[in-house]
């Protein structure tokens, strides 16, 4: 029998200008062996990010893709510190070790919405935010996860409800 491999999130992307604090569950494998979040490139998250901020994020590095998210007010976070999962699929993940989303939300003056990228990001993270999340927009987003069955343009119209959260230049 082989045992399962616990695998763990990446830090926290935001600063004290962070408007918009996007949530997902946890990286998968191509994220873990990148050590970048959403490397997978049939994940759609940065094409998504990309719609909402009017830049070209996936031709930009990775860095430049984190610090483009930070320019226009949007923080990055998974709601699992870590957790046991074979693959890549948030149906697999098992004993997962939550963080303190609620401390952090407090710590971010400038914070006005939270999303959930998927249903996992949302249940785990409504539950760990308690009544901290009254005083937030909370927006569930579909996952950017090209598991996910939906068509292009159903994606696209749901993640561009945050284009009023976040910061043009």
């Known amino acids: 029998m082989t045992s399962v491999p616990r695998k763990a999130s990446f830090p926290l992307v935001a ?72 693959g890549s699929l948030d149906s697999a993940i098992r004993d997962p070790r939550v963080r303190d989303l609620a401390a952090v939300v407090r710590s971010l003056p400038a914070l006005r919405a939270i999303a959930f990228n998927g249903a996992t990001a949302a249940r785990l993270g409504l539950s760990q935010l308690g009544p901290v999340a009254e005083g937030y927009e909370i927006i569930r987003l579909l996952s950017s996860s090209g598991a996910c069955a939906v068509t292009t343009a159903v994606r696209q119209a749901d993640w561009l409800r945050l284009r009023p959260l976040v910061a043009t230049d």
Do not use: C, Q
């Open 15 to 86: 600063d004290a200008g962070t408007r918009l604090l996007v949530l997902g569950s946890l990286p998968g494998e191509k994220s873990l062996a990148a050590g970048e979040y959403y490397a997978n490139r049939g994940n759609h998250f940065w094409r998504l990010m990309g719609l909402v901020t009017g830049e070209d994020l996936p031709a930009l590095a990775y860095d430049d893709r984190l610090a483009a998210l930070l320019r226009h007010g949007i923080g990055l976070w998974d709601v699992i510190a870590d957790a046991t999962r074979a």
